[in-house]
């Protein structure tokens, strides 16, 4: 699933580092840091800090390694990218239910858009 108007590098991840409160079974603090072999020329990306205040609607970027295809559930050797819209998570609770979405989970959907199958 190449774009060929994409720029891109390769790297080897040589370590994955979850965080240290992931819950497998609430998905809760469902984040982890990979290190690369080499530095990036690429600027890094800014992760939320829960400071700053997102508007309903508002572009937000989810990034994985999950399948696109629901039949084959083989996660991707490509870091793989979509611009979803943020949905503020006391509406997201409403729609998921309360015990599904944790303070530190962000919620985000776009009409015919989704992250992938692993990354959500």
Not at 8 to 22: D, L, R, T, W
Not at 25 to 35: G, H, P, T
Request: charged residues 25%; negative net charge.
């Amino acid at each position: 699933m190449e774009d060929e108007d994409d720029d891109y590098e390769q790297f080897e991840v040589i370590k994955a580092v979850n965080h240290p409160q992931y819950d497998e079974y609430s998905l809760d603090n469902d984040f982890q840091i990979l290190v690369l072999n080499e530095h990036s020329s690429n600027t890094p990306i800014r992760l939320h800090s829960g400071s700053e205040i997102l508007t309903e609607g508002q572009d937000m970027i989810t990034m994985g390694f999950g399948s696109t295809d629901n039949d084959n559930p083989r996660y991707s050797d490509l870091l793989l990218e979509v611009t979803l819209d943020y949905v503020p998570n006391t509406e997201c609770r409403n729609l998921l239910g309360v015990s599904m979405v944790t303070d530190n989970m962000m919620c985000a959907e776009r009409p015919n858009k989704d992250s992938c199958w692993g990354d959500s």
